[in-house]
């Protein structure tokens, strides 16, 4: 199961970018679906998540400023950032888990998009 992310760029402090991650439509049901970042010399973490069911859990990082959703009938996930800083730039990567309609478990990962925050 392929995840195709999208929305990446340059944006100066105190801007607004939306991220957008899709999974195919050829699978039977995603269940959490979460946004991650890596940054240069640092390991990748957590961001946001989203349940199936639309309850969302952020880091403390970027509570109040980073807004995660899904549109289940797009089997799309989004993240809108606001007040972004330049420690919010890396690189952002999806992930989805969910089952096939072979009803096997799957775990994908989106390509990663680049978030450049320049002060």
Known sequence: VQLQASGGGLVQAGGSLRL???A???IFS???MDWYRQAPGKQRELVAVVTSGGSTNYADSVKGRFTI??????????LQMSSLKPEDTAVYYCNAVGLTRTLHRFESWG???QITVSS
């Open 69 to 78: 959703s899904r549109d289940n009938a797009k089997n799309t996930v989004y």
């Open 111 to 113: 390509q990663g998009t």
């Open 20 to 22: 957008s991650c899709a």
């Open 30 to 32: 995603i269940g959490d």
């Open 24 to 26: 195919p439509g050829s």
